[in-house]
């Protein structure tokens, strides 16, 4: 089954205790991107990659890192970690989309979701 | 850089009722494509619907359909019939036909409750 799988689904720590949050997809795709979800504010990107090391900062990228060893794997990592990133976490999965849109549609394809809390 | 707003955050429907969500946009750009997305109580992200820009034809999925307007940059989305299961909250999303990826730029969501 084609899917966007992520660990913890749910995790509570303390500040400053570093964490990491797993994110895999099956479907060979390119790209991968996180995002993070807050009441009244939607989902906002954090990070995304294109492809095997290539990874780059979406809006909202500080306190936290990523890296793109392997195409399957996306982890997020948050260092010290601190209440002001207590959230819902999404990792979201496409094939890479290129630089014509037309007919170049790419469906993406989230996890089920991180929540987080920091104390 | 581009923005979505959704200024309904939230709405309530009567069971068989038409509803309509509602969303506007800012771009500078030609080309781009315009998403709904539902999220259920499970939280999961659910695409409920898609419109590229270039078409004139609005998108239509079974019972959701949209109201795109390019020039006022307006993108609702109307359930018809409206059901139980679709009490969630909906996302409209925005995503460029010209930069590489698959970065979407989220609205900030409308809570729709279905009364039975």
């Known amino acids: 089954e084609a899917q966007v799988t992520q660990n913890p689904r749910y995790l509570i720590t303390v500040t400053g205790k570093k964490l990491t949050v797993t994110c895999s997809q099956n479907?060979?795709?390119?790209?991968m991107s996180w995002y993070r979800q807050d009441p009244g504010l939607g989902l906002r990107q954090i990070y995304y990659s294109m492809n095997v090391e290539v990874t780059d900062k979406g809006d909202v990228p500080e306190g936290y890192k990523v890296s793109r060893k392997e195409k399957r794997n996306f982890p997020l990592i948050l260092e010290s970690p601190s209440p002001n990133q207590t959230s819902l976490y999404f990792c979201?999965?496409?094939?890479?989309?290129?630089?014509?849109?037309?007919?170049?549609?790419?469906?993406?394809?989230f996890g089920p979701g991180t929540r987080l809390t920091v104390l | 850089a581009q923005t979505v707003t959704q200024s309904q955050p939230e709405m309530s429907v009567q069971e068989a009722e038409t509803v309509t969500l509602s969303c506007t946009y800012d771009?500078?750009?030609?080309?781009?494509?315009l998403f709904w997305y539902k999220q259920p109580p499970s939280r999961q992200m659910i695409l409920v619907i898609r419109q590229e820009a270039y078409k004139q034809q609005n998108a239509t999925e079974n019972r959701f359909s949209v109201n795109f307007q390019k020039a006022a940059k307006s993108f609702s989305l109307k359930i018809s019939d409206s059901q139980l299961g679709d009490a969630a909250m909906y996302f409209c999303a925005y995503r460029s036909g010209k930069t590489s990826g698959s970065r979407l730029t989220f609205g900030e969501g409308t809570q729709l409750t279905v009364n039975p």
């Open positions: 479907m060979n795709h390119e790209y």
């Open positions: 771009t500078s750009e030609s080309d781009y494509y």
């Open positions: 979201a999965s496409s094939l890479y989309g290129g630089t014509s849109g037309r007919g170049r549609f790419r469906e993406q394809f």
